[in-house]
């Protein structure tokens, strides 16, 4: 289709032909659900931003910090160990 | 967007995908219309546009958070809901132009009016209204996302998943097809009456 094709009168008629409205109340109680939906959808992805901080910030350095500890524990008893044999 | 700048489209992209009801509002209010409409014409039924209407919204409360930044809005709004309703004719097995030439057979039928049609303004406006929902539905959809709608043929083209030179066809057949419809003493050029009875979805 040519733009002149584009600005023929009866497909500019087509733009100008009227429109009819959804129904009113049921145009609200979609627009409701969709809001509640969303922000249902916010929380839920706001929690699991908050619980991914937490297993960033908190859970896996306590965790490599825990580990590091038990491995130094080992260490110190193989060394005393090896002292109190001798 | 028609009539919001794309910086605005842009803004109200990224306060959809974190999750901004006030932002949902925004483009609820400049779309319900348009897509009620678009689909109303597209389904010549009333009760099936609002059905689709309210799952093409919900599409867009799901996806919302995995919208692409650079999303543009309009297309992707009547792409879904283009898309459900290609996948609620498929369900129902609704194929327009078979239904319309079963209740054409009918000896005291003649297709239902749409909501349109009933609602014209005048009779070129009802009859133009009459011919556009006779049409078969891949020219009725190009026509409506083009004519209707105001989207570019391009976009109209990714709308409805094909290239831009089939959607260009498309268009041009359609104007044809309407117009033979408007004024019966026009013939159609060679292969538009096969064209007319080939219900595509």
């Known amino acids: 289709m040519t733009p002149d094709e584009l600005r023929d009168p009866m497909l500019l008629s087509l733009g100008r032909l009227s429109a009819i409205s959804p129904d009113p109340s049921g145009a609200e ?45 080992a260490v110190v008893y193989d060394v005393m160990q090896l002292y109190v044999v001798r | 967007m028609t009539h919001v700048d794309r910086e605005s489209e842009l803004a109200l992209v990224s306060r959809l995908r974190a999750g901004d009801a006030e932002a949902f509002d925004v483009v609820y209010d400049h779309f319900n219309a348009r897509l009620f409409n678009f689909l109303a014409r597209l389904s010549r039924r009333r009760d099936v546009a609002e059905d689709l209407l309210e799952e093409t919204w919900l599409r867009l409360v799901a996806r919302a958070r995995r919208l692409r930044p650079d999303t543009r809005l309009a297309p992707w709004l009547f792409t879904v809901a283009r898309n459900l309703y290609a996948s609620y004719c498929r369900s129902r097995l609704v194929e327009d132009s078979h239904a319309a030439g079963l209740i054409g ?26 011919a556009l929902a006779g049409l078969p539905v891949r020219y009725r959809e190009a026509l409506l996302l083009v004519a209707v709608e105001g989207l570019r043929p391009a976009e109209a083209a990714d709308v409805c998943g094909v290239s831009s030179e089939t959607m260009r066809q498309r268009l041009s057949r359609a104007r044809a097809l309407l117009a033979s419809r408007m004024d019966p003493t026009v013939t159609p050029a060679v292969g538009w009456s096969k064209l007319a009875r080939h219900e595509v979805t």
């Open chain 1, 29 to 73: 109680r979609v627009r409701s659900r969709c809001r509640a939906e969303l922000t249902r959808r916010r929380h839920r992805a706001e929690r699991t931003a908050r619980r991914r901080i937490l297993t960033r910030r908190f859970l896996a350095p306590a965790f490599v910090g825990g580990f590091c500890l038990l491995y130094l524990s």
């Open chain 2, 105 to 130: 057979l009918w000896p005291f039928g003649s297709p239902r009016p749409t909501p349109f049609e009933s609602t014209a303004a005048n009779e070129t406006e009802r009859r133009l209204e009459a």
